[in-house]
């Protein structure tokens, strides 16, 4: 597509659900990044896929937390047992190897 | 491990005055730098990617330079306008690290007044 596609655009959730946040990079695009941003806050990185490399999860906040990026294409994000600090914006981003990036619009998560 | 710092934290000033924003980095080692742009609420823009062989990037209004020795970069706003009232993120993407992460400065949040 044009550009980086996120969905749900808001999420809200119980505490303890588990919820999942995709993202679906530019074609061809070989890195994909996420990265949340709580209220007021910097940007936090959460994990790094690119190409066929192992990702770089060292971001992850707890095993909670797992990504995965199908077909090298679409990324889930997964949170169990969602708690109220997990509130946040995620953002997803993508690039050609060692170019800019592409951030999409982000996914408002509330957990209540 | 890279670390960026933006200065300053936040700026406010009177429409039309021409800013400077800065970016500094701890390790040169780098492919690039890229300085987006945060609206309240929204994900972010980018306004632009400096490769570390190039020394500067103009856009309309924007210029950013790149001294990768001195770990330093600015983003120049000339004739600055209400609509350019935003958040303001430097980032680097690292050669030190084995996938090229991309690492954020915090900020510089950016108030132009009519």
């Known amino acids: 597509g044009a550009g980086v596609s996120q969905s749900p655009s808001n999420k809200v959730t119980e505490k303890g659900k588990d919820v999942e946040l995709r993202c679906d990079p530019i074609?061809?695009?070989?890195?994909l990044y996420w990265y949340r941003q709580s209220l007021g806050q910097g940007l936090e990185f959460l994990i790094y896929?690119?190409?066929?490399?192992?990702?770089?999860k060292s971001g992850l906040p707890s095993d909670r937390f797992s990504a995965e990026r199908t077909g090298g294409s679409v990324s889930t994000l997964t949170i169990q047992r969602t708690q109220q600090e997990d509130s946040a914006v995620y953002l997803c981003?993508?690039?050609?190897?060692?170019?800019?990036?592409?951030f999409g619009s982000g996914t408002r998560l509330t957990v209540v | 491990k890279q670390e960026v710092t933006q200065i300053p934290a936040a700026l406010s000033v009177p429409e039309g005055e021409n800013l400077v924003l800065n970016c500094s980095f701890t390790?040169?080692?780098?492919?690039?730098l890229q300085w987006f742009r945060q609206d309240p609420g929204k994900g972010l823009t980018s306004l632009l990617l400096?490769?570390?062989?190039?020394r500067e990037q103009t856009s309309g209004r924007l210029n950013a330079s790149l001294d990768k020795s001195s770990g330093r970069s600015t983003l120049y706003i000339a004739a600055s306008q209400p609509g350019d009232s935003a958040t303001y993120l430097c980032?680097?993407?690292?050669?030190?690290?084995?996938?090229?992460?991309?690492?954020f400065g915090r900020g510089t949040q950016l108030t132009v007044w009519p």
């Open positions: 400096i490769q570390s062989s190039q």
């Open positions: 896929f690119q190409g066929n490399s192992a990702p770089d």
């Open positions: 390790d040169s080692a780098i492919y690039n």
């Open positions: 980032a680097v993407r690292d050669r030190g690290s084995t996938l090229g992460r991309l690492y």
């Open positions: 074609s061809g695009h070989t890195a």
């Open positions: 981003a993508s690039s050609l190897q060692y170019y800019g990036y592409t």
